[in-house]
Every structure is written in C-alpha cells, then in structure tokens.
C-alpha cells in the first residue's frame, strides 16, 4: 500500500517554517512499513488542497492531510472535505466532550469559537486527539482512506503514533516490519560500500539496507517484513541477529554500537547504562556537544557539566591549560586539547571527558593549520586518547558537526574498550 | 508570477532527511517577490515525476526542479527532462570546462563517469554552477521556465541566489522587494496583535505585514512592493521607516530590535558593534546559548566561553555558587541565577553575562517549582538583573528554546538601555 502526505499552510510555502511535519509523518510511516509515494505543500487556497487531494486519491492507497482545522477563517479544510465527500458539518459529540476537558483541565471557559472545532463532516469517523482541540478525522471511500490531521507537530506526532498508523496497519492488513540501525564511524560512505560489498549482495530478500550518512557517520538500517504472525517474527529476528553478525565480520571495527538513531543517544544510554559521568571542554564546537546531550530528558544523572572556552584565557583559567603549551603549540594542537580533556575531568570531578579544539572555518585558517583542522581528545583516569581531523572543508556547521560526531564515537570506544 | 517548487530523491519520501530545501527556495523566492502556489516531493520513479512537471508547468508560471542529477542509475532527471522537452543529450563545452575545473582545483583525474555529468538537453540553457560538477538547466516553453538544479544543498543555495533568482526576475520583470523585520519580545502572538490593531489597519496598501512567531518571540516583517525604479524605490524606503516608526509609537517597549532574523544575530551585532564581550553559564539551557552564538561566523571576537553548570556541584566550583544559597533556595532560584551570572562575569572576564537555571522537563518539577520554571539572569559591571519565567509546559526543546530567546532579549535591553 501507499500514502500520499498533504501539508496544507500558507506558512509552509512563504519558507519561514520548515515543513518538519511531511518527513516525521514520512519516517513514521516509512517504519511502519508504508511506502510514501509524494508530499505536497499548499497553501490556504480551496482549489489548490481540492487538486492535490483529488490527484492523491487518485493515485495512492491513504491520503493523509494536515493543517487548516483552527478556528479561524483561513482554516478551509472542513468546509473542503465536506464538499470533497458530499456530506455536511455536524456537532461531533466524541470532539466536543473532547474540547471541553481540555478546557476545563487547563481551566478556561470554552467560547463558541472553540465549541465551533467539534464540527466535522458528517461522513467521518473522529479519531481522539488527546493534546488538541482541534478534531483528526478518518474517511473511507472505495476501499480508500483520507485522514485530517492538524497542523501541530506535537498533535500530529501524538496522533499518527496513537491513533492513525495504528488504524492504517490494522485497515490495509499491512505486514510487520522490524528495523536494525548499526551505526558505523570513521569510514566514508562509498568506503564502507566497498567494504561490505559481499556481505550485502548476499543479503536475504526479505531484508532490506540503507545507508544514511549524517555529518562524519553512516547509520546502516536494515529492515526486514514479515507477514503478521508471531512464529514467523521471531524467525525474523534470529534472522537479523546473523545478518548482524556477517556484517560484524567484514566492519566490526567501524561499528560504534547498534539500536540507536544517533551518536548522542548511543552516548546517553552508554554512560546511563554503566553509571558513568561525562565533561566537556570544546572550543571548536562551541557548546554544540553539551546541548546535545542535555537535550535528552534524564542527561543529569551523568552529565556534570561542560565549559565552552573559546578563548585562550578561558582554556588557562577554567581548564587549567599551561600557558606554555599555548604559546609552544597554539590553541588548535595536540597537547592543548590533552590539556583541555584532563582539565575538566578533573576540574567537574567526572570519569569520562571529551575536548575539541579547532578552526571551523569559514576563516581563520593559516598555510600550515588550515580551516577543518580539528584536534579532539577523551580523557579517562587512565590518560587522554587524541585524534586530528583534517575536515577539508569550509563549512562551520559541517566542520562542528563532524567534529561532535567524532567525539562521540571517540568516548563510546574508550568507555566499551574497542579498538 | 508563481512558482512550483518540485524536490525529486527517495530519501526525502523515507523522512530520513528533513527537506530543508523546499523551505530554503521558497524563502529566497518570498523574499524575492515571487509566489510559491505548491511544493511537491517525489521519490525517483519516471512517471511520478512526469505528473509533477507537467502539473506544475499547467499551473505555474516557473518550475524549479532539484535532485536526481548525480552520475549514478538512480538520477533520471534528465532523461526524463529531454523526453518532456522533446530535445536530447548533447555534450555542453560549458558543463564539461566546469566539470573539468573543479577536478583540477581538487587535484583528482576526471573519469568518464564524471564527464558524462556534461551531458544536457540539447535545447536548455547552462547555468553555470561555480560548487559543483552537477549542471543548472535552465528550459523555456510558451512564456513558461523550467529550472532543473542539484539536490546537494549548498550548490542549490549558491545557484539560487546567484543564478536562478536573478534571471527569474530580469525575465518576468518582477517588483522590487523590501523586508523590514522587527523582533519583538515579551508579548504573545495574540496579545501583539491586538496591540497594534489600529496600525496594522491603517497600513499603507503596497506594505503588508506578516506574524513570524518562534519560542517566546515574534518576528513582525513588513514587505513593500514596487516597481523596478530607483526613485520609487527611494520612496517606498522613506513610507517603511514611517511605518516602523508607527508600530513603535504603539509597542515600542516589547520590541528588542531590528533587521535580523533571530535574536542571536542580533546579540551577535550589538556585541560586535559595541565591541563589548559576553560569558554564560548554563543550567537548564545546557550549551544551547552557548552554540547558537558560536555557530556564527566571528563570534570568537566577544565570546569568552561559557559554563554549563549542569550538576550542583559545578555550579559552586566553576561558577562560585554558595553552598548555602544553594542550600536555602535551590537550583532554580533568583538567587542562584544572580551569582551564577555574576560568577561567570567575573571567572571569564567577561562585560556581560548570561545565566539560566530550571526545570527543562518532560519531568522534575515540584508543586511548588513546575516544569516549565525557568529563572534568566543577565549580569554586567554595574550588577545583575532576573526574570522568573513560567512556561507552563513539559516540552523540553520548547522550553529550552524560549529560555534562550528570554536571555538574548534582556542581555541586548541590558546593553542597549531599553526598559
């Protein structure tokens, strides 16, 4: 089966928002084992949503829309649907008991404007949008399906989680799918194909790869269907588990660990797992590892803390680097960044320290240390490792994101001792 | 004039990668004066994209087409480009002395593989492509424009800007365009707007206004229209500073600046310009203030560094915290905010700092101190000034966001003497 995503806002095509939504609804579906045959943005305009609705029923099995369903005027896309499936808006007693409690629970007075969103066609089924007042709606037509979801990434994300993958499984009879993500670093993407190149011709058909590299790392996902039956899953799984282990034999060393989305995840669970503590000192980076780790709820219980010197009184100060290494080495150099790792180690008082120093660019390179020469280093009570990354690019936020990335792979080693 | 906007690649349809390229065209082309009616992605399936072009060269005036032009099976962009325009493949000398160049400045030897990215529909236009060795096809047919660019986004940013957009507007001799954004701080999208209703109905007809709402700040960008003269031009430049002039009569005291797109590029000017120097310290915020003024270009120039305090401990060793402030008020309290803001100011050396503490969520409040409670302090010589802030959220990045913009707005009030 296959899905057509519409993302209907006004916002969407002036480029102030990016349309976040089409690719989370994309993955989600792409995971669940639904092919996404097109996405498509308009804007509030009645017949441009009714082509691109009418085209994408056409063509694809589901059609999922969002966006359009406040209360204000520009929101057309009931009033679109309704005409769209010869029906007529009719007071929804699921949407508007719906409204009220949330009203009520975030305790304001609900107005008609507000009671005007438990209005839907009278042709389809409400699906309980839990977070939102706004209703999402569930049509049927010769064996086809529409869904009106709102605009909200939050509603939206609760909603396809919740409600609509799960309806959309159980409607089309669709297979089971499981996933195995392997993330590989320090190896190029057509590297490792190369590498890997007997490994993955002789797959199983039932298993698929992809590659999808992100900024200095490739995630290998290998997803494999199954019809929905629990004898057969479990072959499935046995299954992945070898075609792990063949790929282990040819790439191991490049392996950072498995079952994550990304590198920060890995670190998290990693640390969390084995009751370890985390600092940081970047330069280069400029803060980027501390958010990524703190973005994630529960990083307290490791991360002590980070220092961003950016300057080279704060790396004497703060991290307690020699003024003579500075002077002898400069600020991007091996012994600054052993220095900088050891130096907040000890300073926050954690077992684990990762420290970058270098030239992001897209300036400040000389002949000798040019812009994506990058020093990072982790340190541990047994002594720093470091590594020199010549980035060979101009790019700032590439260049910082490599370099994160390269850290994380550096500190996930140490800590489960791989080579 | 409106434009379609047609993103061709498979891995867009998986939602592994955010399309950040629809939103970035159609930004450059809003800004441009240019209507975007719809954006479509389609994966690399020949009669997919067949329907997309000629449904967007029936409804729009220009066609932009990215992706599918690498040397690889996958990419049948031009194929399929030749076969709609009726013309065939020929080598194009331009292409090939750009393809050419850019493996001599890298210093590899061009293969066949890579000269057959020379190859072009014998009846476009090259645009020539300065990054890369993907060419820029520029079609003509009955008074409408086709434009086929690469995927990789830097290359589509560069072409853009500096090939498509211009020849866009020199052949359908578009206005002139002027943006004038305002950041406003401290007011709700809804509260801002009833404010300045008088103003915004008074508006001049060629002005119109639009409501660019992020993490706790509106962005108010006023778009003038006019045509390509250089009098008129200088008129309508005087009507704008009138205008502006208006909505500051009304809410001039929420509005933090001008002429920026975030508030960290407005930190960044106002510090640059006063040549003053900056320092932070962290808490729940954990290095998102820190990477986002580091993410610029230049920043070294009054960044010293900053602290990410994310355990107690730290923050009594590294910022110089009492311990019984900490005892007596907590983590998440005005008192230390103070001397987390104040101890940064004086450890880094720095003329102005910014400190946060609270609670990020999704979980960790108290009755008392919510998820959501955040305190911001911004500290110069002169002393230091709080802001308890009371988001009413669980959603961790949301709070973390609008804790940030919090803390730019008052550093730059600070700095530039707004109440």
Redesign the interface.
């Known amino acids: 089966m296959d899905v057509s995503i519409i993302n209907i806002g006004d916002?969407?095509?002036?480029?102030?928002?990016?349309?976040?939504n089409?690719?989370?609804?994309?993955?989600?579906?792409?995971e669940a084992g639904m092919?996404?045959?097109?996405?498509?943005?308009?804007?509030d305009v009645y017949q441009?949503i009714w082509n691109?609705v009418d085209?994408a029923m056409r063509?694809s099995d589901a059609v999922l829309v969002t966006g359009g369903l406040g209360p204000t005027k520009d929101d057309i896309t009931k009033k679109l649907l309704c005409d769209y499936f010869h029906s007529e808006l009719v007071e929804s007693g699921v949407a508007l008991e719906n409204v009220r409690h949330i009203f009520e629970s975030r305790g304001y007075e609900m107005t008609p404007v507000n009671r005007a969103q438990a209005l839907v066609p009278a042709c389809c089924e409400v699906l309980n949008n839990d977070l939102g007042t706004a209703p999402c709606m569930w049509f049927e037509r010769e064996g086809k399906v529409l869904v009106s979801l709102p605009g909200v990434p939050?509603e939206m994300d609760w909603l396809m989680r919740n409600r609509v993958i799960p309806k959309l499984q159980e409607t089309f009879h669709t297979d089971i799918i499981v996933h195995k993500n392997i993330l590989v670093q320090g190896i190029g993407e057509s590297f490792l194909s190369d590498l890997i190149e007997p490994w993955e011709t002789a797959l199983p058909e039932n298993i698929k790869l992809?590659y999808?590299p992100v900024a200095g790392m490739v995630k290998l996902r290998l997803t494999g269907k199954t019809r929905n039956n629990q004898n057969i899953l479990n072959n499935l799984n046995i299954q992945i588990a070898e075609t792990v282990q063949g790929l282990y034999n040819l790439a191991g060393s490049y392996i950072v660990g498995e079952d994550c989305e990304t590198l920060e995840e890995l670190v998290h669970k990693t640390l969390t797992e084995h009751g370890l503590t985390l600092a940081?000192a970047?330069s280069c980076?400029?803060?980027?590892?501390?958010?990524l780790?703190?973005?994630q709820?529960g990083?307290?219980a490791y991360?002590?803390?980070?220092?961003?010197?950016?300057?080279n009184?704060?790396k004497e100060?703060?991290l307690g680097v020699q003024h003579s290494t500075l002077e002898a080495h400069g600020a991007v150099s091996e012994e600054t960044v052993r220095e900088m790792a050891e130096g907040v180690r000890e300073?926050?008082?954690a077992d684990y320290a990762i420290a970058t120093t270098g030239i992001a660019?897209?300036?400040g390179g000389t002949p000798e240390k040019p812009v994506g020469t990058v020093w990072v280093a982790v340190a541990s009570v047994q002594g720093a490792e470091t590594k020199l990354l010549q980035l060979g690019s101009t790019?700032?936020?590439q260049n910082?994101d490599r370099t994160t990335n390269q850290a994380f792979a550096m500190l996930i080693r140490m800590i489960c001792q791989k080579p």
Request: glycine fraction near 10%; charge should be positive; include cysteine.
């Open positions: 916002e969407l095509l002036i480029g102030q928002v990016v349309n976040t089409a690719s989370t609804m994309a993955r989600m579906l792409s092919a996404v045959r097109r996405t498509v943005v308009v804007g441009d691109s085209e063509s939050f992809a999808l940081t970047e980076t400029g803060g980027n590892i501390a958010r780790l703190t973005a709820a990083s307290s991360f002590k803390g980070g220092i961003v010197a950016y300057s009184e704060v100060s703060a300073c926050l008082g660019g897209p300036t790019r700032r936020q910082i």
